[in-house]
């Protein structure tokens, strides 16, 4: 009769094994795209469904009042506003970024330019126009857009331009380069281009992760690839250099190629148009990084995990729910 205690302390020493160790995860922030809001439908869900998968709690930051400060505030103040992340206390022990679109360079801007800040651990960038773009993104043909364009047309480059409307600050014609170096007001500076400012480089270089996630057809980024650091040669429309290639990268300017070279970047390839991601990449690209537990991080050795994930894909397709979804529609 000895036997059934120990047969259930047995039990209950296997169930324990097999809990999951209770550990704490930093928060992580998220901060949308141009035209989009902390209260729209797309980003609240997204926000949510990261939350509750990863275990982490999310917030999303806004900049301004929402969409329209996004196109016309000025990037340098944009990048201001969320120092806010300071007086968060949620945030003190450290936080993760996940950015949306031009979001993505509000993150690095409070990465790279704020002082005193709490580390930021992993970066997860979703379409960032990190290194320029070549054209407005589309706008739509609506009033507003087409004073834009034609102000833009005009003088991106001017101090008008550069005050009051936000993508100026990072677009960067690859035949005018001098006037981009001259006159851009925040992706320059950003990307240490003229002063190699080491603090921005050394704040970057701290992160434990990168994750730089492309989307195959976008069609919002000229050219896609600068979700990869990728970008037009100076002088020249014809081709596009692979991050790698970049002076940005060999002369190593904000930290990129020291993070690579330690295998701190992944360069991540989705199908889909502009944030179009699917719930299932969300899954497998963004939750694992979210989810502060040192035994999940290293996706590639834990076969369980990789198990679980294609257990639910397997559910998910067989309801027809899962991929597919887009959740995200910054653009309209
Ligand atoms: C997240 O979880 C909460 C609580 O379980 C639930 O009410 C909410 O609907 C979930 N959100 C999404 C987007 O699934
Ligand atoms: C670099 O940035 C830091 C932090 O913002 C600032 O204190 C310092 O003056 C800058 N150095 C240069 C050379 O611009
Ligand atoms: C992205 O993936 C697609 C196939 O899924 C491939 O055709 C394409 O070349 C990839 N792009 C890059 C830059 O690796």
Redesign the pocket.
Known sequence: MASKPLLTIFIITILMALMPKATFSIPFVVFHGISDSCDNKGVT?FT??L??WSGSQGYCIEIGNGGWDSWFMPFTEQVTLPISVKEMSELSEGFNIVGLSQGNLVGRGVLEFCDGAPPVKNFISLAGPHAGIASVPLCGSGFLCILVDSILDLAIYSDFVQENLAPAGYIKIPTDIDGYLKGCKFLPKLNNEIVRNSTYKERFTSLENLVLIMFEDDSVLVPRETSWFGYFPDGSWDTVLPAQETKLYIEDWIGLKTLDEAGKVKFINVSGNHLEISQSAMREYIVPYLVDDESIKPRRTDSSLIWLSSLWNFFGELLGVTDKCPLLHTMS
Do not use: G
């Open positions: 869900k949510e469904l939350t509750n």
